[in-house]
DNA sequence: CGGCATGTTGCGCA
DNA sequence: TTGCGCAACATGCC
């Protein structure tokens, strides 16, 4: 589920769902989604209260109260959001639970997380998570400029920047990795080492992935798009120049790139 | 059975 | 204070 358009995706979802609807019951008894507040006050926030926004940065989620209070979730791995009838059984997996009525119609709303990498919790006060966050890809878009300084600064792999999330918000593996294929720029690269015009040609393969993904979601619903460029594909050829594909693990996570036609900027010499 | 997974955190150590 | 490398988290799927 996670990465921006997925997100995003849902956030678009609970807003035509719970934009003025009225709570009239939620639970949540997961001490680890709700950390650090407790599973209680998720229940007590809730209840009886309505929604009146619902706002997304990166990959956070925030449901905004009628009186201040604010809830966010974030998804994880593996969470979701489904709406089902009121009083539809405990789905495989279900955390937490929000029944509601809107416009006189009851219906209730189930966080599904296997994993529990996700996070639910209930505060009267913005989170350090939510407000560390940088410029979100698809709201606020890339300041050239600043991203450029970002990179510069780092010692770091291009790619680990372009994930920091405070650097740019909502950038996962998978933009990251299709996102510097299309730059062109391999994602070993030390940031301090690009070169004038990298930071635009990573801005904008990050802005095409993500329109691509979305475009895809609002088509397919979800699923996962098999129609990746490189991601997923090591060992398989570059579809730009047909050299084979290569994989290595940056920041710890895996990440394909091209030999061929990614640039390696190499650092400084010391 | 082993290995990998769209994300983040926390810990030991430089 | 910053940053790096990595294990950990819990479960599904191939």
């Given at each position: 589920m996670p990465e921006l358009p997925d997100v995003e995706m849902t956030r678009r979802d609970l807003k035509r769902w719970v934009v003025g609807a009225s709570v009239t019951a939620a639970d949540t008894r997961d001490a680890r989604l709700s950390r650090p507040a407790s599973p209680r006050a998720f229940a007590h926030a809730l209840t009886g209260r309505s929604v009146e926004r619902v706002e997304r940065r990166g990959k956070w989620l925030r449901l905004d109260l009628d009186d201040g209070g604010k809830v966010f979730s974030h998804l994880g791995m593996t969470g979701g959001w489904v709406r089902v009838a009121i009083g539809a059984p405990v789905a495989r997996f279900e955390r937490a639970r929000i029944d509601a009525v809107l416009r006189g119609r009851a219906f209730s709303l189930r966080y599904v997380d296997a994993r529990r990498f996700g996070r639910l919790l209930a505060v009267r006060e913005d989170i350090a998570d939510w407000t560390a966050l940088g410029p979100d890809l698809l709201a606020d878009g890339i300041d050239v400029g600043r991203f450029s300084d970002a990179?510069?600064?780092?010692?770091?792999?291009?790619?680990?920047?372009?994930?920091?999330?405070?650097?740019?918000?909502?950038?996962?593996?998978?933009?990251?990795?299709?996102?510097?294929?299309?730059?062109?720029?391999?994602?070993?690269?030390?940031?301090?080492?690009?070169?004038?015009?990298?930071?635009?040609?990573?801005?904008?393969?990050?802005?095409?992935?993500?329109?691509?993904?979305?475009?895809?979601?609002?088509?397919?619903?979800?699923?996962?798009?098999?129609?990746?460029?490189?991601?997923?594909?090591?060992?398989?050829?570059?579809?730009?120049c047909s050299t084979g594909l290569s994989s290595v693990v940056l920041g710890g996570r895996t990440t394909v790139f091209c030999h061929g036609c990614q640039v390696h900027r190499r650092p400084p010499s010391r």
């Amino acid at each position: 589920m996670p990465e921006l358009p997925d997100v995003e995706m849902t956030r678009r979802d609970l807003k035509r769902w719970v934009v003025g609807a009225s709570v009239t019951a939620a639970d949540t008894r997961d001490a680890r989604l709700s950390r650090p507040a407790s599973p209680r006050a998720f229940a007590h926030a809730l209840t009886g209260r309505s929604v009146e926004r619902v706002e997304r940065r990166g990959k956070w989620l925030r449901l905004d109260l009628d009186d201040g209070g604010k809830v966010f979730s974030h998804l994880g791995m593996t969470g979701g959001w489904v709406r089902v009838a009121i009083g539809a059984p405990v789905a495989r997996f279900e955390r937490a639970r929000i029944d509601a009525v809107l416009r006189g119609r009851a219906f209730s709303l189930r966080y599904v997380d296997a994993r529990r990498f996700g996070r639910l919790l209930a505060v009267r006060e913005d989170i350090a998570d939510w407000t560390a966050l940088g410029p979100d890809l698809l709201a606020d878009g890339i300041d050239v400029g600043r991203f450029s300084d970002a990179l510069a600064k780092g010692r770091r792999a291009v790619k680990e920047i372009v994930m920091d999330q405070r650097v740019v918000a909502g950038v996962g593996n998978i933009l990251a990795t299709e996102g510097l294929w299309i730059a062109r720029i391999d994602p070993r690269s030390s940031g301090n080492a690009l070169v004038p015009g990298d930071a635009r040609a990573i801005a904008r393969g990050l802005r095409r992935v993500m329109a691509r993904e979305l475009e895809d979601r609002k088509r397919c619903g979800d699923g996962h798009s098999e129609r990746y460029f490189v991601y997923g594909r090591a060992g398989q050829l570059c579809p730009r120049c047909s050299t084979g594909l290569s994989s290595v693990v940056l920041g710890g996570r895996t990440t394909v790139f091209c030999h061929g036609c990614q640039v390696h900027r190499r650092p400084p010499s010391r």
